[in-house]
């Protein structure tokens, strides 16, 4: 087995033995002040179901390596295999030493309070105390800060490496875009004008004429090319009270059936 994984049961270990003596310190504590088992039993019965919530997110956080994922570098005495075994069995540790020091007394009830205090003490100790304060001495000394420092700075770094990349990315695209347009406009008005001609005489082969150019610029860029060119013409329109028949006839060239709705709407 893993140290890694090792460590993590431990710690899980840990939290339900923390838990576990929290429980029974509070049902000594209501029993002391003359609470009745069925008033415990309907406090236990609410708070269960956040308990049991907070654990499984800390349980999950544990499992997805969020906790303790410190640099080593930047904190060698924190991410030790001895700290790390010390900082994990720290509830275990202090639930013997308060049987050690239950020694002597005659009470059930004093036994199981003295070990569960000494297990709580423990872990708020090493957990809440000493482990805070120990990763705050190693950012302090001359290592971790450099380790520090350098990290964040790689960071930086990156994260400008990242940021120079889209840029260049989007300047990329946009000059293809522009390139693109460029020969589509020179593409395009030709076929714009026969468009309009087609559109504004009374007789001949109207629609055979402006299948023939749809189909041209579906050839040229597919449905985008198609749109643009019916675009430039209805620019060429705007002043001219006539209707646009371009959605009609260029129905079944290529997608364009899926886009007329859309573009009658425009």
């Given at each position: 087995?893993?140290?890694?994984?090792?460590s993590r049961r431990i710690h899980i270990g840990g939290t339900a033995?923390?838990?576990?003596?929290?429980?029974?310190?509070?049902?000594?504590?209501?029993?002391?002040a003359g609470a009745g088992w069925l008033l415990i039993f309907s406090?236990?019965?609410?708070?269960?179901?956040?308990?049991?919530?907070?654990?499984?997110?800390?349980?999950?956080?544990?499992?997805?390596?969020?906790?303790?994922?410190?640099?080593?570098?930047?904190?060698?005495?924190?991410?030790?295999?001895?700290?790390?075994?010390?900082?994990?069995?720290?509830?275990?540790?202090?639930?013997?030493?308060?049987?050690?020091?239950?020694?002597?007394?005659?009470?059930?009830?004093?036994?199981?309070?003295?070990?569960?205090?000494?297990?709580?003490?423990?872990?708020?100790?090493?957990?809440?105390?000493?482990?805070?304060?120990?990763?705050?001495?190693?950012?302090?000394?001359?290592?971790?800060?450099?380790?520090?420092?350098?990290?964040?700075?790689?960071?930086?770094?990156?994260?400008?490496?990242?940021?120079?990349?889209?840029?260049?990315?989007?300047?990329?695209?946009?000059?293809?875009?522009?390139?693109?347009?460029?020969?589509?406009?020179?593409?395009?008005?030709?076929?714009?004008?026969?468009?309009?001609?087609?559109?504004?005489?009374?007789?001949?082969?109207?629609?055979?004429?402006?299948?023939?150019?749809?189909?041209?610029?579906?050839?040229?860029?597919?449905?985008?090319?198609?749109?643009?060119?019916?675009?430039?013409?209805?620019?060429?329109?705007?002043?001219?009270?006539?209707?646009?028949?371009?959605?009609?006839?260029?129905?079944?060239?290529?997608?364009?059936?899926?886009?007329?709705?859309?573009?009658?709407?425009?």
């Amino acid at each position: 087995m893993e140290f890694k994984q090792l460590s993590r049961r431990i710690h899980i270990g840990g939290t339900a033995c923390f838990m576990l003596c929290a429980a029974v310190l509070l049902v000594i504590a209501l029993r002391q002040a003359g609470a009745g088992w069925l008033l415990i039993f309907s406090l236990s019965g609410f708070s269960a179901v956040l308990v049991l919530l907070l654990v499984s997110v800390y349980v999950y956080a544990i499992f997805r390596g969020v906790v303790r994922s410190f640099d080593s570098v930047e904190h060698p005495l924190t991410t030790s295999p001895y700290y790390v075994l010390l900082y994990d069995a720290s509830p275990f540790l202090g639930a013997v030493a308060g049987l050690f020091g239950s020694f002597g007394q005659a009470s059930a009830s004093q036994v199981v309070v003295t070990i569960a205090t000494g297990a709580l003490s423990t872990t708020f100790m090493v957990w809440i105390v000493g482990d805070p304060l120990l990763g705050l001495v190693e950012n302090l000394l001359p290592d971790g800060r450099r380790a520090r420092l350098h990290r964040l700075a790689a960071a930086h770094a990156e994260k400008n490496r990242l940021q120079q990349e889209n840029i260049e990315l989007l300047n990329r695209v946009i000059h293809a875009e522009q390139q693109n347009q460029a020969e589509w406009n020179r593409l395009l008005d030709p076929l714009a004008e026969q468009l309009v001609r087609a559109i504004c005489r009374t007789e001949g082969p109207r629609q055979a004429s402006a299948v023939r150019i749809g189909a041209q610029a579906w050839q040229i860029g597919g449905i985008a090319c198609m749109k643009y060119l019916h675009h430039k013409v209805k620019g060429r329109l705007k002043d001219q009270d006539l209707f646009d028949p371009i959605p009609d006839w260029w129905d079944g060239i290529g997608s364009w059936r899926n886009s007329a709705a859309l573009l009658l709407t425009e």
